[in-house]
């Protein structure tokens, strides 16, 4: 398919514009919500980051993640991040903060910033929503 400028475009996007339905990956995921707890691991895993990198988020208010009741025997501060669970929202943040500093290279109080303005921005939105239905 050809760009505007006339050029052959290459993206996957058009390519698989072109390309029948039987020709397209399907593709699969969960949705998640408040419902639906991830521990760290699967935090990181699916934001790329690092287990320190949440735990800067959560030492620095960005995230706060609920703390899963453990005995006394795992109650010692290394096992503290075994007892984190995270919401699909945080999740979501933290991939947006983590996108934020490597992109962008916004430090955390920039990051900060950034999501409090997104979510802002998405109380906004919900409101315009609102007063469009009525």
Request: glycine share 6%; proline share 2%.
């Amino acid at each position: 398919m050809k760009s505007k400028n006339g050029h052959q475009d290459s993206s996957p996007c058009v390519q698989g514009a072109q390309g029948s339905a039987a020709d397209t990956p399907e593709l699969s995921g969960t949705l998640l919500d408040d419902q639906h707890l991830l521990t760290v691991e699967d935090v990181c895993r699916v934001c790329a980051v690092r287990i320190e990198y949440i735990e800067e988020l959560v030492e620095e208010g960005l995230i706060t993640p609920q703390v899963e009741q453990v005995d006394a025997l795992h109650a010692a501060k290394g096992h503290e991040l075994q007892s984190w669970r995270f919401t699909g929202m945080h999740m979501r943040q933290a991939r947006i903060a983590a996108h934020l500093q490597s992109d962008l290279g916004i430090n955390l109080a920039g990051v900060a910033l950034a999501l409090q303005l997104l979510d802002e921005v998405e109380v906004l939105r919900m409101r315009v929503k609102a007063i469009d239905a009525t």
